[in-house]
């Protein structure tokens, strides 16, 4: 899942970005020279975290001057922003798949077992040493900078929840989940399986997979237990004609 926290290697000598004859980096260059800043400004929040990391910081281990990154990105919670836009699509990347995936899967396997594959993926990627620390650091900094807070929200939170919400649609068309708003139900979904474990890994607590697996399993069960509906209505939803539910 992601990057793995690491030191940051001696600076290598400042190499020149290929310009075009007008003076400016050519568009592959320019492309590239992003990529690297990127790459170069999350291991160093990742190593020294939001405070100690300058861009001075980053220009150098990037190798590209300090303009450059000013007007790039502004300051550094422009920076620091970038960073975790990234790091939360790769994040959400494993849940997207899996939703795909379960979409696509056999017929017989159990909705039970279904949402236990996506559970799984959501706790890799969200109880790691990578989500754990940039986790930390939004929510020192949202107080100061609520544009961050917002956009932890609506990037990840949000686009989790959606991504959750359209795979219980599915569901609920297959007559396989018995709920009126899929929004609310992938919210409590989230919450329920993964919360609390995530929580208490920004918390420091170490993660012991064995246990978060066992506690994502009997939450599942939980959450279907008030989502599968009464068994006759279930029965009669796969053999006729897909249920309705208002839209939201």
């Known amino acids: 899942m992601g990057l793995t926290a690491t030191r940051t290697k001696p600076a290598a000598p400042r190499r020149e970005v290929p310009k075009s004859r007008g003076g400016r980096p050519t568009k592959t260059a320019a492309i590239e020279r992003d990529q690297r800043l990127i790459e170069v400004a999350t291991r160093l929040f990742l190593d020294r975290g939001f405070d100690a990391t300058s861009l001075d910081a980053v220009a150098e281990a990037a190798r590209v001057s300090k303009p450059t990154v000013y007007s790039r990105y502004g300051d550094k919670r422009g920076l620091f922003a970038a960073v975790l836009r990234r790091e939360i699509a790769r994040w959400l990347a494993p849940l997207s798949a899996a939703a795909e995936t379960q979409l696509s899967s056999a017929s017989d396997i ?47 939170w949000l686009k989790a929840v959606a991504t959750t919400a359209r795979f219980f649609d599915h569901l609920v068309a297959q007559g396989a989940l018995d709920v009126d708003d899929t929004t609310i139900a992938a919210e409590v979904f989230l919450d329920v399986v993964v919360g609390h474990t995530h929580r208490l890994a920004t918390f420091g607590t170490a993660l012991e997979l064995k246990a978060a697996e066992k506690r994502m399993r009997a939450a599942i069960k939980l959450f279907l237990a008030g989502a599968l509906g009464p068994a006759d209505r279930i029965q009669s939803a796969v053999r006729g004609t897909p249920r309705r539910r208002p839209s939201r």
């Not at 040493?129 to 990840?156: C, H, W, Y």
């Open 110 to 156: 159990s909705v039970e077992q279904r949402l236990v594959e996506i559970g799984r993926e959501m706790l890799t990627f969200t109880c790691g040493p990578d989500a754990v620390a940039f986790s930390r650091m939004m929510t020192s900094q949202a107080i100061n900078f609520p544009d961050i807070a917002k956009l932890g929200k609506e990037e990840g």
